[in-house]
């Protein structure tokens, strides 16, 4: 194994509550001491259910959540930097390495910008090129590898459905040409039908474009078909990682067992045994 | 079919809206026995949770029913026609009595100012003749027997003071406490973490085997209808394309818009299996196609066949099991 | 329709801006078409007023042979025959025995005709007087004088909506007044719109504590009582004002007035807009808070804008109308629509000159049409209205 992209070292996310009158402040601790490798060329999955952390701690990797504690270090071979503590033009640059792909395709997208000109906003955004000519040229060929018909360039997001807006998002995250994505449950919100495909665009893009990504998702059996490492976030904090195969075929923690457990089979004739989760004290 | 409950018959469901009449669903046929689960499977825009709506006509003021539409409703001995009922008086026997509703978000059905007790009270004085006393001693035993714990205490509690599960739970719990003979359950798990909705399909299963009741079962996953339903209908932009005992959909599926469905679907049995997407986007509900409505999706269709300008029939492919396919095109068996 | 054309229709609406959508929805508005019609004539009848109104609405253009006298509607036809050009009967001012007033008679045996683009009062275009208390702040310039008007008469008067007591001509004061109180609304609503722009700017886009404190003394403004304000206002304004000095009075007080409503939506706007998943993918660009405001909020915003201006037009028309026909604001010789509902209020007028009313259906129409235009952009400006999950 290569050294890792991202290295995540008990990293917490904090968020004060407000507090007492006497005593301590309360916090709420979204993310609490939190360490993961994520190793180059990766498709690394992020598993939890609702209010386990997992967004939190995608974010914090991105530095749009605040990282209260531990240290989130990015090394692609050109640049080696600690997330928590990036000045301004640190940041910008790293900006233009680490991208993020949303869950929600209706509201991730201006509906008064053309779909040329979302794509287009973080190479502007960024000064990437040095004109219009170049920029165009830039969104036309992520558009083609995102599959998007060249003539929707003109179009606004309101003539668009579900799995191809998403589409339109992933290529604005991929414009700029990053080396790790964050795909914060880029599929969920998309019908069965539809999904399949996103999934498969985001793996060929993977390959095509030598991308890491960080797939965060609440759906276990999609991040079993995509994802080579998973990791099951609970209450803020990591159950278990391991090699997908690894974790699905003979899962170690009783948390990942309930999870696992809890899905319902296509089969009729195999019922549904959840097994319920009481975290020990 | 002896004794359906409720029996639909080419409902019909158009809302009139700025860019025309759009149809939302088209002719569509199905009957529950007392007991029975019917799950009613369909992505966004396929019209299920129109045609439950429809059960209870509640769908918006600018909803047209279809001409031959019929929808009967058989609760005791009498048969009530649905789509006649016109007067509050009359709509009030289905609406919340013989019929009950749950829906994906519990928080949207428990009114946020009132007690999940004083909400079940007021429902039960509504549709029975029991006194406030009996009321609250039967919500009470309503929501211990969904297995919340501490019912008399729950009971006083405002609905945002219960988590998810919780909330859905006691959403179940009142949507009984009426003893209804048909529960329209419209994706009652899809807001849940798996292992809530895992508990949630258990206890619709007791309840079921406990109450009797005929259940139409609305959800987009065809994992929980497999684990849930007894028979299945597949949906497809207002139209029935596949129905049929449960276990004999998904192993056999005939239609091709059910197969798609099918192999779109991550299994964690088989992690090496490829993801096949179902090819193209589900068109609006403004533009239908003619014909079968799922033949510009369908991989398997040649330029040109019969699938484009007629619609096919339902067409028995075993027995108890249609799809809507035309006769020389049903699959055989091994 | 042909499978070109409609592949056409379709492009042209997926390539439709915000903007574009806007207005084909409006456009479908039948109610709202109509009322934008009609606020369109009122605006041009209030901009043109002095072009189209054939006397000076002042006391210097009062017509002291046709007191209080009937509409005169021009007709093309009497006992004597018929002629291409319409014309009036003669009038004089007889006195009536039995109630001894002074009342207009017509006699049918003169004609007198309608004449086109005849020159009558001189009034002004493109001058600006600012008339502040105290003679050395006073500048102006007088603009150009025109003399023409679109109609008139050969000799007397002509009044198609009759005359007041003093004989000035309703018709020209109506069209003065839509003038005033527009232009009263313009400012006060221009006033209203720049504070709550930089008010509710201010405490949506830092959030915070800076909201909350901003958001305190928005709601100290609101529970300020209007009319004893009013009241106390009026004791305070001098009597030696100027007609437009107390006019300009009275617009700056309703746009002090009138910013909370509006700054409390621009906020809402803001925050809801803020935290958008669209504005945190251009923040992950590594944009700046110039590039989110100027390329995501501000043009988010300008269709909710100009719906808001619309829909708080009216009430700027309505205050000032109020406050003028309470008898806090402006005065009778000013032409007002507010002063011209003062006038209707006497039984007198009530029981023998009722043509005073005609100013009210204007007054109506004006603000019926502005709530219509309002509602109707405020229907087609959210993107989201008819969006089905």
Redesign the interface.
């Known amino acids: 194994m290569t050294e890792p992209l991202v290295k995540v070292d008990s990293v917490s996310t904090h968020y004060p509550l407000g507090r007492s009158v006497f005593g301590k402040p309360t916090v709420l601790k979204a993310v609490d001491q939190v360490s993961l490798r994520i190793a180059r060329g990766s498709f690394f999955g992020l598993v939890g259910?609702?209010g386990s952390g997992k967004t939190t701690l995608g974010r914090a990797i991105?530095r749009?959540a605040p990282i209260t504690g531990g240290s989130v270090r990015y090394d692609d071979g050109e640049v080696n930097y600690d997330i928590g503590t990036l000045d301004k033009t640190a940041?910008?640059d790293y900006?233009k390495r680490a991208?993020?792909i949303?869950q929600?395709p209706?509201?991730?997208?201006?509906?008064?910008?053309?779909v040329r000109d979302?794509i287009a906003?973080?190479l502007e955004?960024?000064g990437l090129t040095s004109g219009r000519e170049e920029t165009d040229q830039r969104v036309r060929e992520i558009a083609a590898k995102c599959r998007l018909n060249l003539e929707?360039l003109?179009?606004?997001p309101?003539?668009f459905?579900?799995?191809?807006r998403q589409r339109i998002s992933i290529a604005?995250?991929l414009v700029?040409s990053p080396k790790f994505v964050v795909a914060d449950e880029a599929v969920a919100a998309l019908?069965?039908?539809?999904?399949?495909?996103i999934?498969?665009l985001l793996k060929s893009l993977q390959r095509d474009l030598d991308l890491t990504f960080l797939f965060i998702s609440?759906?276990?059996?999609?991040v079993?078909?995509v994802c080579d490492h998973v990791a099951v976030m609970y209450h803020g904090r990591i159950m278990e990682q391991a090699p997908?195969?690894q974790l699905?075929e003979n899962p170690q923690h009783d948390y990942t067992k309930?999870?696992?457990?809890?899905?319902?089979?296509?089969?009729?004739?195999e019922?549904?045994r959840?097994q319920?989760?009481t975290p020990s004290a | 079919m002896t004794g359906s409950l409720i029996s639909v018959r080419d409902l019909t469901v158009c809302f009139h809206t700025d860019e025309g009449l759009v149809t939302s669903v088209d002719g569509i046929s199905f009957d529950i026995a007392p007991g029975e689960v019917l799950g009613l499977v369909g992505e966004s825009g396929s019209g299920k949770s129109v045609t439950a709506k429809s059960l209870m006509q509640l769908n918006a003021d600018n909803a047209v029913y279809g001409e031959g539409s019929s929808i009967s409703f058989t609760p005791g001995n009498e048969t009530i026609d649905v789509l006649a009922l016109r007067r509050p008086q009359d709509m009030k026997v289905i609406r919340g009595g013989a019929i009950s509703m749950i829906f994906q978000e519990p928080m949207a059905s428990f009114a946020p100012a009132i007690t999940i007790g004083d909400q079940m009270v007021e429902q039960l004085l509504l549709h029975t003749d029991m006194t406030k006393r009996q009321a609250r001693k039967l919500s009470i035993e309503m929501l211990d027997r969904v297995g919340i714990k501490d019912p008399d205490k729950r009971v006083d509690q405002y609905a945002f003071e219960l988590s998810g599960g919780m909330r859905q739970r006691a959403m179940i719990a009142m949507a009984l406490s009426t003893k209804p003979k048909l529960l329209i359950a419209d994706e009652p798990t899809t807001a849940l973490d798996v292992t809530i909705q895992a508990q949630v399909i258990e206890l619709m299963k007791d309840l079921v085997a406990e109450f009797g009741m005929g259940i139409l079962f609305i959800t987009h996953d065809l994992g929980v209808i497999a684990q849930t339903a007894d028979r299945v209908s597949v949906m497809y932009l207002g139209r029935i394309l596949e129905s049929g005992p449960v276990r004999d959909v998904i192993r056999h599926p005939a239609h091709a818009y059910t197969q798609g469905l099918i192999n779109a679907l991550p299994k964690l049995d088989d992690l090496d299996a490829p993801l096949t997407p179902i090819p193209g986007d589900i068109p609006s509900p403004l533009e239908r196609p003619n014909g079968c409505v799922f033949h510009p999706r369908n991989p398997k269709l040649k330029p040109g066949s019969r699938y484009e300008t007629e619609v096919p029939p339902m067409t028995e492919v075993a027995p108890g099991h249609f799809a809507a396919l035309f006769p020389e095109d049903v699959p055989a068996r091994p | 329709m042909t499978a070109v054309a409609d592949q056409k229709r379709k492009e042209a609406y997926f390539t439709a801006s915000q903007s574009q959508l806007i207005w084909a929805r409006f456009r479908k508005n039948r109610s709202a078409m109509i009322a934008g019609a009609l606020l369109f004539v009122m605006v041009l009848l209030g901009l043109f007023a002095p072009f189209l109104s054939p006397y000076d609405p002042t006391i210097a253009g009062a017509d002291k042979d046709y007191r209080n006298g009937a509409p005169q509607i021009p007709m093309f036809c009497d006992h004597n025959g018929c002629s291409w050009t319409p014309f009036l009967h003669g009038v004089k001012m007889e006195l009536d025995m039995s109630t001894l007033r002074r009342n207009p008679v017509v006699d049918i045996e003169t004609r007198r005709y309608v004449t086109l683009l005849p020159e009558g009062w001189e009034y002004r275009v493109g001058g600006l007087r600012v008339d502040l208390p105290g003679e050395s702040f006073d500048f102006g310039w007088r603009g150009i004088a025109f003399t023409t008007h679109l109609f008139g008469i050969e000799e007397g008067g002509i009044h198609i909506f009759g005359t007041d007591s003093t004989g000035k001509d309703i018709f020209s004061r109506t069209l003065h007044a839509i003038y005033t109180s527009l232009a009263v609304g313009t400012i006060g609503v221009f006033i209203a719109f720049v504070l709550a722009l930089i008010i509710g700017g201010i405490s949506g886009y830092y959030g915070g504590w800076i909201d909350g404190f901003v958001q305190m003394i928005t709601d100290a403004v609101r529970t300020i009582p209007v009319i004893p304000l009013f009241m106390a206002l009026a004791a305070f304004i001098p009597d030696e004002w100027s007609s437009e000095t107390r006019f300009f009075f009275i617009s700056i007080i309703l746009g002090l007035i009138g910013w909370p409503t509006l700054a409390r939506r621009v906020r809402t706007h803001l925050l809801t807009e803020r935290t958008q998943d669209y504005v945190l993918a251009a923040q992950l660009c590594g944009a700046s808070s110039g590039h989110v405001i100027r390329r995501h909020l501000l043009p988010s915003f300008t269709s909710y804008i100009i719906v808001d201006l619309v829909i708080s037009f009216p009430y700027m028309v309505l205050s000032e109308t109020a406050l003028s026909f309470i008898g806090l604001g402006l005065k009778d010789p000013v032409n007002s629509l507010g002063v011209m509902l003062q006038n209707v209020t006497k039984a007198d007028v009530l029981l023998n000159y009722q043509w005073y009313f005609i100013p009210v259906i204007f007054f109506i129409l004006l603000v019926l049409s502005f709530v219509f235009v309002g509602d109707g952009l405020r229907d087609a400006a959210d993107p989201y209205s008819d969006r089905k999950s």
Do not use: W
Request: charged letters at 20%; aromatic letters at 6%; hydrophobic letters at 40%.
């Open positions: 259910e609702s991105l749009a940041l910008r900006r991208q993020l949303f929600d209706y509201a991730a997208l201006s509906p008064r910008m053309t979302i906003e973080p955004v960024m929707h003109r179009r606004f309101h003539a459905s579900g799995g191809q604005r995250a700029c019908d069965v039908s539809i999904q399949a495909d999934l498969n609440h759906d276990l059996s999609v079993a078909h997908t195969r699905f309930s999870l696992l457990s809890a899905i319902p089979s296509l089969d009729p004739d019922p549904l959840a319920v989760y």
